[in-house]
């Protein structure tokens, strides 16, 4: 319910479409559903832990029985644990795989049941640059790398029922997960985020501007919405779309 989950959910309800906001956090959930309904849209929140998969079947058919189908689905969780690999314990590893992988996974299961019911549907996930590797994130680069994959299994299996499966995969972004880890940024990368400028491993010299700014409503969210709409995703099944802030991986720090 914060970032690009929450700045997609506001784009939808623009679009006009009633919008289910889910999130561990409920008050995080609330207050992005709160938002929509002031500004004249439809939201229900919802917390719910997507790593628990009775938890996330639970939740859809709640959504079902409020607005009688599904018919578009975001999927957005995503935690980091980050570690160097030879440091990384067990639980670190397993809880990223949990979230981000198998809670995308449950998430297209339960509303994929849905969507081929009425023969319709649209899934977005959201992947990233780290798919192709990312210093201490072997966790977090195996899920993102592994919505690849499960995004264009997924595109070939639900064809045939008219739903699209596509994903975006953008790069670093100035939000909670990367400006509240700044101590990550300087052990692995060597990077203070305040003066990212001076910085030679990152040619673009730039992260995403901030989530609340207008340029990620116009960079990130519209792709997951065009992927959405009946007439231009119809031909779409199985694509990554990549924006990157060509983030170069050299002289990270152990």
């Known amino acids: 319910a914060g970032g690009i989950g929450a700045e997609t959910a506001r784009q939808f309800a623009k679009e006009g479409a009633k919008v289910a906001v889910a999130d561990w956090n409920e008050q995080g959930a609330e207050a992005v559903a709160a938002e929509i309904k002031k500004a004249g849209g439809q939201a229900l929140p919802f917390k719910c832990d997507v790593s628990d998969r009775d938890a996330v079947f639970a939740m859809v058919e709640r959504i079902v029985k409020a607005w009688g189908r599904v018919d578009i689905l ?43 019911e009425h023969n319709w549907g649209r899934i977005i996930s959201a992947s990233s640059v780290s798919a192709f590797g990312n210093f201490g994130q072997a966790n977090y680069s195996a899920t993102k790398a592994g919505l690849v994959g499960l995004t264009r299994t997924l595109a070939v299996e639900f064809a045939r029922y008219n739903i699209t499966v596509n994903a975006i995969a953008p790069g670093l972004i100035d939000y909670i997960v990367v400006a509240g880890n700044t101590t990550m940024m300087h052990l692995f990368y060597g990077i203070d985020p305040q003066h990212i400028r001076e910085e030679p491993y990152i040619p673009a010299a730039t992260f995403f501007p901030p989530i609340r700014g207008k340029s990620v409503g116009l960079h990130l969210t519209p792709q997951a919405v065009i992927y959405s709409m009946p007439n231009v995703a119809s031909y779409v099944g199985g694509d990554i779309s990549s924006g990157t802030t060509a983030f170069t991986a050299c002289q990270y720090k152990d």
């Open 74 to 116: 975001v999927n957005n969780a995503g935690i980091t644990r980050d570690k160097s690999a030879l440091k990384m314990e067990p639980h670190q590893w397993n809880q990223v795989l949990a979230v981000n992988l198998s809670g995308a996974f449950y998430c297209a299961q339960a509303c994929g049941a849905h969507m081929k």
